[in-house]
Structures are given as structure tokens and as C-alpha cells.
């Protein structure tokens, strides 16, 4: 069973513009949700987090917004740059654990 | 900045081989943690150890054992190495004080024949 899903495997943007990755969850003991950016050939690196008794967190051009009622989470870059292109991993965690979604490849056009 | 690294990028076993996959991190972290990330299955977790030598199974354990002698370290051992582990290994290590934040090491893409 997936308990993080991420179900737009890829989106594409302009250069300035917002992108918005989405993410769903089955699993209501996450106690934190992350977001980790992965480029080809390297490990994922934690970009932002979010309580879960929180509805936003904000750092720099990424916010993330959770909507707990719904199971579901986003992740909002404002302006999008061509150096965010890479795989956005979303994540629920407990404890030390941490649950991947598989991950949404985006492309930021110039 | 924290650092993760693992022994190796690229390893090429036999079937049956016993292999050895290893990683330091540099920050004096508690938690260490192995995973496999498999194209359309996303990162799973293998083992972790919150300790010295202490360890738990995590999703997908099956054909794994793990060692932790030193803190920095984190071993992944495979006792016999059979074509579908060919994957790539990802460690990471998370602080006990946040430690829902996993640095990640490079990754080592391990191709069993």
C-alpha cells in the first residue's frame, strides 16, 4: 500500500513562473511531512518540512501548505528558476521514519 | 555541512557474492539508515540504527543484515547477493534532536550479475 503519493509523475513550467507539486497521504500517524529534491545520480536533498500541526511553512521562494482534513500536502516555488529542475520527493514521517512518495519530475523551461 | 558518504558510486558483483556497502557521516548523528530506490517503487527503507549496534528492520529487510560498530558508521551487508538487490543504495543519518531531517550520501549503484 502506498501511503505517500505523488501522483503527477512530471510537470513543466516557465522560468518565473509558480510551480505547484502536490502530494496525497494515507497514513494519519505522520507526525512531519518533508519535501527532498533529488537530482539524477545523487542522494535527495531535504529542502523543507512541515509539523503536522501546522498549515504552512514558508522558506525563501518554497512553501509548503498542508491540509490535514484532506491527507493532502503541496509545494509551492515562487518564481521558478531553471535550477529547481530535479525529482521532488514528498515525505511523511514518525518517529525516525520517514515513508517516499515516488517522486515528481520537474522541468523549468527557461 | 553535513556530510554522508558511501564507499562507493558504481560496484559490479557476482550472484552469491557477499558485498559490503558503507557509510560515514561526519556530524556525530544518532540515526543512521539504509535504502533502495527502485524505479517506479521510490526509496524504501532496508534497516536503521538509532545507537551503536543497535538496529531495526525497516520495510524490506529480507536478504539484508546491517552493522554498526562506530557511531559514524553504517554497514549494509548482503550475505548473498542475488540480481534483483541490483538497485540503488542510498545511506542517510538524521541528529537525534531533529531528527526527522535525513542527510543523504551519494547513492552507490550496485549491479548484481
Known amino acids: 500500500d502506498q501511503q505517500v503519493k505523488q501522483n503527477s509523475p512530471s510537470l513543466s513550467v516557465q522560468e518565473g513562473r509558480i510551480s505547484i507539486l502536490n502530494c496525497d497521504y494515507t497514513n494519519s500517524m505522520f507526525d512531519y511531512f518533508l519535501w527532498y529534491k533529488k537530482y539524477p545520480a545523487e542522494g535527495p536533498t531535504f529542502l523543507i518540512s512541515i509539523s503536522s500541526i501546522k498549515d504552512k511553512n514558508e522558506d525563501g521562494r518554497f512553501t509548503v501548505f498542508l491540509n490535514k482534513s484532506a491527507k493532502h500536502l503541496s509545494l509551492h516555488i515562487v518564481p521558478s528558476q531553471p535550477g529547481d529542475s530535479a525529482v521532488y520527493l514528498c515525505?511523511?514521517?514518525?518517529?525516525?521514519?520517514?515513508?517516499f512518495g515516488k517522486g515528481t519530475l520537474l522541468t523549468v523551461n527557461p | 555541512d553535513v556530510k554522508v558518504t558511501q564507499s562507493s558510486r558504481y560496484l559490479v558483483k557476482r550472484t552469491g557474492e557477499k558485498v559490503f556497502l558503507e557509510c560515514v557521516q561526519d556530524?556525530?548523528?544518532?540515526?543512521m539508515f539504509w535504502y533502495r530506490q527502485d524505479p517506479g517503487l521510490g526509496l524504501r527503507l532496508i534497516y536503521f540504527?538509532?545507537?551503536?549496534?543497535?538496529?531495526e528492520k525497516g520495510d524490506i529487510p529480507e536478504g539484508y543484515s546491517v552493522s554498526r560498530e562506530k557511531k559514524e558508521r553504517f554497514s549494509l551487508i548482503l550475505e548473498s547477493a542475488s540480481t534483483n538487490q541490483t538497485s540503488m543504495y542510498l545511506c542517510?543519518?538524521?541528529?537525534?534532536?531533529?531528527?526527522?531531517?535525513?542527510?543523504f550520501g551519494p547513492g552507490t549503484r550496485l549491479l548484481v550479475l
Open positions: 556530524m556525530d548523528h544518532e540515526n
Open positions: 515525505t511523511g514521517g514518525s518517529n525516525y521514519k520517514l515513508t
Open positions: 542517510a543519518s538524521s541528529p537525534l534532536q531533529v531528527q526527522e531531517t535525513q542527510y
Open positions: 540504527s538509532y545507537d551503536v549496534k543497535m538496529k
